[in-house]
């Protein structure tokens, strides 16, 4: 079983920058494939980027070139840094681990732990 806590979600003015980061428990984290979804008030939950085991990434097209994912297996977290950003960005956002450590799926239903969810809110 693994845990895993968002944190640094907040208010932002738009053009502005966050770091999200997601820590995870268990010793297996390095095996995994890790991602983060959004999902705004109204609409469905949206892939936004992953990271596999490797540091192979795949970045959705509204956040590309914008958004950097990272990890850092030694502190068992993976990053979202977020620049330039749009009040469309606002939403929860919650990252995801799956045991297919070499996959970078954008399909929701193919990660097996999810966080909580942080907020992020870009005011224009």
């Known amino acids: 079983q693994v845990q895993l806590v968002e944190s640094g979600g907040g208010l932002v003015q738009a053009g502005g920058s966050l770091r999200l980061s997601c820590a995870a428990s268990?010793?297996?984290?390095?095996?995994?494939?890790m991602g983060w979804f959004r999902q705004a008030p109204g609409k469905e939950r949206e892939f936004v980027v992953a990271i596999n085991w490797n540091s192979g990434t795949y970045y959705a097209d509204s956040v590309k070139g914008r958004f950097t994912i990272s990890r850092d297996n030694a502190k068992n977290t993976v990053y979202l840094q977020m620049n330039s950003l749009k009040p469309e960005d606002t939403a929860v956002y919650y990252c995801?681990?799956?045991?297919?450590?070499?996959?970078?799926?954008?399909?929701?239903?193919?990660?097996?732990?999810w966080g909580q969810g942080t907020q992020v809110t870009v005011s224009s």
């Open positions: 995801a681990a799956d045991r297919s450590g070499d996959r970078l799926s954008r399909n929701a239903i193919g990660y097996d732990y």
């Open positions: 268990g010793r297996t984290f390095s095996s995994y494939a």
